[in-house]
């Protein structure tokens, strides 16, 4: 079954480190996609990235790069010198290619990594 | 600004009452889905639609019922309302309706049932 875990309830770090929130998946599909969305404290859901299951690369946009490692399952998201406004939810997610009649469209969310970064 | 558009944005109503939520996709997007946010259940997919048909459902109880129209928005209705319906409900859209498309959420909808 398709599930995705994100072991890490709460970090909380001071301005300017580095933080990894830790991301890893399950799925039977060979076609599937990853993603990252932000929840700051207004609520709203925030679209940061995607990534499909045949693209390996690592991508970075800025203070944020993304970790993608089939062989352990694992789509990391790292803040390099984090800023009090990256405190938020943040949320991994799934979506599978639909090989083995799974969810095809919608998300399979982790429980969130809760971010407080301190001044 | 996501592009999704959810009304109301807050709303509080009465045990056994019945609400409608309405969204608005992004301009092209024919997939519209709904989820529940609740503390002890996390972000929950309730049912997909796209281009007006129903095509995947989740988690959603069957005092819930949802439907796209013509014009592809979509409105989520939620019937018999108990305490523990309260929740964020989210909206959101995609171009297409299968595994790969980028699924934008709106603001969402704050249900408080008293």
């Known amino acids: 079954a398709q599930k995705v875990t994100q072991a890490q309830t709460e970090i909380s770090v001071v301005e300017k480190e580095d933080v990894t929130l830790d991301c890893v998946y399950e799925?039977?599909?060979?076609?599937?996609?990853l993603f990252w969305y932000k929840q700051p404290p207004s609520g709203e859901l925030v679209f940061l990235i995607r990534?499909?299951?045949?693209?390996?690369q690592n991508e970075i946009s800025g203070r944020y790069s993304w970790n993608f490692q089939k062989s352990t399952s694992s789509f990391n998201f790292t803040i390099t010198a984090s800023q009090v406004v990256d405190s938020a939810v943040y949320f991994c997610?799934?979506?599978?290619?639909?090989?083995?009649?799974?969810?095809?469209?919608?998300?399979?969310f982790g429980k969130g990594t809760k971010l407080s970064v301190k001044p | 600004d996501s592009g999704v558009t959810q009304t109301p944005k807050h709303l509080i109503t009465a045990t056994g009452q019945r609400v409608t939520l309405r969204c608005s996709p992004r301009?092209?997007?024919?997939?519209v889905y709904w989820y529940q946010q609740s503390l002890d259940q996390g972000l929950q997919f309730l049912i997909q639609?796209?281009?007006?048909?129903?095509?995947a459902k989740g988690n959603i109880l069957e005092r819930f019922s949802a439907q796209q129209f013509p014009d592809l928005h979509s409105e989520l209705n939620l019937s018999s309302l108990e305490l523990g319906d309260s929740a964020l409900y989210f909206c959101a859209s995609s171009s297409g309706g299968t595994g790969g498309n980028t699924i934008y959420f709106g603001e969402g909808s704050w249900l408080t049932v008293v």
């Open positions: 990534r499909n299951s045949f693209d390996e």
């Open positions: 639609y796209y281009n007006g048909e129903e095509r």
């Open positions: 301009s092209g997007d024919l997939s």
């Open positions: 997610a799934l979506s599978e290619g639909g090989n083995y009649g799974g969810s095809q469209g919608n998300l399979i």
């Open positions: 799925t039977r599909d060979t076609t599937y996609y």
